[in-house]
C-alpha cells in the first residue's frame, strides 16, 4: 500500500493545542486542493505524521505540495513495522533506482517501536539491499541514493522522494489581510507572500478608468484567478474600486511632481475604508526599496501615514530580480501585459515630497470625501479555483 506523507516545518515548533488546531486547518485545506481535483482520498495524523491515502498518489502527491505549511511530501510505502516487512519494501525501491557501482545509505528513524532501534534498523535495511545488489556501496556522507525507511507504532513508512513545498504556514491560521493588487508583477508576489504566512487574503484594486492602459483589467484579473489557485476550494474576492474621478482632479493640479504621491496616499486611504469594514487587520503592497519614485524612503515616509491600519510589505528587500523569479515559480509572472501603463505619472516626480505641502494639497482637494466616494463604487469579483465570476 502507498500514502502520501506530508511534512511541516514551524508548524511543528508550536504548542501541542497550537499544532493540532494549524494541522487541521492544513490537512482542511489538503482535502479543499483534492477534492478540487476530484481527488478522493481519506487523510490520517497519526502522531507526529500526516498521511494521505487515495487511489492516485503521484497526483496527490503533487497537490499536496503546493500547500501552504508543507515542507515537503513523499509517496511512501506502507509496511508493517518490523524490520523484515520494512527491508523488503526499501530493497524494491533500491531495485528500481540504486545501479551497480552506486553508493548509497539508508535514513532510518523510529518511534513508538521497541523491538529495534534506528542504528539496528538502518543496519539491517542496508545489508538487505546490498543482498540484493551487492555491487553497491554505502555512503553515509554523500551517497548517490538514500532510502529513508521509518518504524513507527503504526507500521513502517519507506521512500526515496521528496518533492519540496511552499513552507510557510497553513492558509486561515493568520487573520485576514487586504492586498493592493495591480496589474504588474510585484504586488502579486506580495500577496502570495502573505497567504503563505497564514493570512486570509482579500485583493482591491484600484481602476484608473481612461487614465491607464486598456489591458490593466484583464491583467489584473489574471493576476487574482493565478493567485486563487494557491488556496483551491476558498474563495478570493477582489473589490475594484473606480479612481477615475480622482486621476480627473489631480490631473487638474498646476503641479505635476506629487502626483504619485498624492495617488499612492489616495490608495491607502480608500483600501483602509475597506479593510475597516470588512475587519481587515492590515493592507499589503508590493512596494520594494528604492524600485521607483514613491518607494524612496522620503517618500514612504510621507505615503505610509494616508493607512489608518498597518501596511505590511513583504518585498521591501527583496532585489527585482528575485521578485521576478519568485513571480515565475507561483505562475503569475506575465510576459505579455500589453498596455498597463499608467497616463498620470508625471516625467519627473519628487523622491522626497514635503509633508506639509501634500497635507495642503489633500485639504485643498478634500481628500477625505473623496476617498468615501471611491469606497462607494466597489465591485466585487470572486475567484475559486482559478476561475473569476463577478458577484453582486
Ligand atoms: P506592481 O508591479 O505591484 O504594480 P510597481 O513596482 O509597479 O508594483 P507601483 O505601481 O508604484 O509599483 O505600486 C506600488 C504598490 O502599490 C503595488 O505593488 C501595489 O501593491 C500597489 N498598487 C499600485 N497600483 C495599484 C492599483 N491600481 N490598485 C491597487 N494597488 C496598486
Ligand atoms: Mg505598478
Known amino acids: 500500500m502507498e500514502a502520501v506523507m506530508i511534512r ?6 508550536k504548542s501541542e493545542p497550537v499544532k493540532r488546531r494549524f494541522i487541521s486547518i492544513m490537512t482542511g ?47 511512501c510505502t506502507v509496511t508493517t513495522a518490523d524490520i523484515n ?27 513508538g517501536v521497541e523491538e529495534f532501534n534506528s542504528q539496528e534498523l538502518a543496519a539491517a535495511v542496508g545489508s538487505a539491499v546490498l543482498d540484493r545488489i551487492p555491487e553497491a556501496t554505502v555512503d553515509l ?24 513545498g511552499p513552507g510557510g504556514l497553513p492558509y486561515g491560521t493568520q487573520g485576514e489581510v487586504m492586498a493592493l493588487l495591480s496589474e504588474g508583477i ?69 503641479e505635476p511632481r506629487y502626483r504619485c504621491i498624492l495617488c499612492k496616499r489616495f490608495m491607502l486611504r480608500v483600501a483602509s475604508i475597506l479593510a475597516a469594514e470588512r475587519g481587515a487587520y492590515a493592507l499589503v503592497n508590493g512596494d520594494n526599496l528604492g524600485q521607483v519614485a514613491s518607494q524612496t524612503l522620503a517618500n514612504m515616509v510621507v505615503i505610509a501615514p494616508a493607512a489608518s491600519v498597518p501596511v505590511l510589505r513583504p518585498l521591501i528587500g527583496f532585489d527585482k530580480e528575485e521578485v521576478v523569479e519568485r513571480a515565475r515559480a507561483i505562475g503569475t509572472f506575465e510576459a505579455h501585459p500589453g498596455s498597463i501603463g499608467c497616463t498620470v505619472a508625471p516625467r519627473y516626480p519628487s523622491t522626497a515630497a514635503p509633508a506639509a505641502t501634500i497635507a495642503q494639497i489633500e485639504e485643498e482637494l478634500d481628500v477625505e470625501s473623496l476617498a468615501t466616494q471611491a469606497a462607494g463604487t466597489v465591485r466585487r469579483h470572486r475567484a475559486k479555483n482559478g476561475e473569476v465570476e463577478e458577484v453582486r
Open 141 to 164: 556522507t554523500a551517497p548517490d541514493y538514500e532510502v529513508f525507511v521509518e518504524a513507527r507504532e503504526f507500521g513502517g513508512l519507506v521512500y526515496d522522494e521528496k518533492t519540496g
Open 85 to 111: 516487512g520494512i527491508a523488503a519494501a526499501a530493497v524494491e525501491h533500491a531495485e528500481q533506482h540504486l545501479r551497480p557501482g552506486m553508493s548509497f545509505a539508508i535514513r532510518a528513524r523510529r518511534s
Open 29 to 75: 485545506n489538503i482535502s479543499l486542493a483534492l477534492e478540487a481535483e476530484g481527488l478522493l482520498h481519506r487523510i490520517e495524523t497519526p502522531r507526529g505524521r500526516v498521511l494521505i491515502f487515495g487511489n492516485e498518489p503521484r497526483r496527490i502527491a503533487a497537490i499536496a505540495a503546493k500547500t501552504f505549511g508543507v515542507v515537503d511530501v513523499s509517496v
Open 186 to 254: 510585484d504586488s502579486p508576489v506580495a500577496s502570495w507572500l502573505m497567504m503563505r504566512r497564514g493570512c486570509l487574503m482579500v485583493h482591491v484594486h484600484m481602476q484608473s478608468g481612461r487614465f491607464g492602459g486598456v489591458d490593466a483589467e484583464r491583467n489584473v484579473l489574471q493576476n487574482h484567478a493565478r493567485l486563487s489557485r494557491w488556496v483551491p476550494g476558498h474563495p478570493l474576492d477582489l473589490l475594484m474600486v473606480d479612481m477615475e474621478p480622482f486621476f480627473e482632479v489631480i490631473t487638474a493640479l498646476k
Open 8 to 13: 511541516y516545518g514551524e508548524i511543528f515548533l
